[in-house]
T-cell receptor, first 113, second 116 residues
């Protein structure tokens, strides 16, 4: 158990509303990630962070922003949700070394109507 | 660019049969890492194995074994004597070690169904 929690676990929202997903870890890991999982696509990287206030874009970053003001929290924001952002969102942390495996949170199922 | 291909979208076998899940990857990097993850019906992602590009030894863990072949850019996963509890979606993933902390590139997954 890598001590990763995600909130909320489920959310239904309407198109055009802002949404923030939270990832919280308890083990002081430096590297954190947000992925989305869609049928037929596997998991795709949205954004990642390599330290407090240090973030970078992943493969599918359009329409998403992130913030990391504390080591333990990594927030994913959809400024104006669209139906194409209906997905399951996973947060992950990486072990101490950059080549280590990633451990995933339980996921957040987001539905945008 | 990196790419991971899991050509088998779905595999269905009867319990106790052996089954192999294929994974083919593309990368220009000489140093990289390969992973397998399991996603059972409950939805969580479970780490199974990590293999680095310098280590081509096969690995066995109980009923699970992994065959890494650099010559064919493949990292296949075999389950021996499959059980119903092995039913899940399995993902192969690639991580290139550029010194940074970039994310993983995942294949699209193979849905494995073990029938009793």
């Amino acid at each position: 158990d890598a001590g990763i929690t995600q909130s909320p676990r489920h959310k239904v929202t309407e198109t055009g509303t802002p949404v923030t997903l939270r990832c919280h870890q308890t083990e002081n890991h430096r590297y954190m990630y947000w992925y989305r999982q869609d049928p037929g696509h596997g998991l795709r990287l949205i954004h990642y962070s390599y330290g407090v206030k240090d973030t970078d874009k992943g493969e599918v970053s359009d329409g998403y922003s992130v913030s990391r003001s504390k080591t333990e929290d990594f927030l994913l924001t959809l400024e104006s949700a669209t139906s194409s952002q209906t997905s399951v969102y996973f947060c992950a942390i990486r072990g101490l070394a950059a080549y280590n495996e990633q451990f995933f949170g339980p996921g957040t199922r987001l539905t945008v109507l | 660019a990196q790419k991971v291909t899991q050509a088998q979208t779905e595999i269905s076998v009867v319990e106790k049969e052996d089954v192999t899940l294929d994974c083919v990857y593309e990368t220009r990097d000489t140093t990289y890492y390969l992973f397998w993850y399991k996603q059972p019906p409950s939805g969580e992602l479970v780490f199974l194995i990590r293999r680095n590009s310098f280590d081509e030894q096969n690995e066995i863990s109980g009923r699970y074994s992994w065959n890494f072949q650099k010559s064919t850019s493949s990292f296949n996963f075999t389950i021996t004597a499959s059980q119903v509890v092995d039913s899940a979606v399995y993902f192969c993933a690639l991580d290139y070690s550029g010194g940074g902390a970039d994310g993983l590139t995942f294949g699209k997954g193979t849905h494995l169904i073990i029938q009793p």
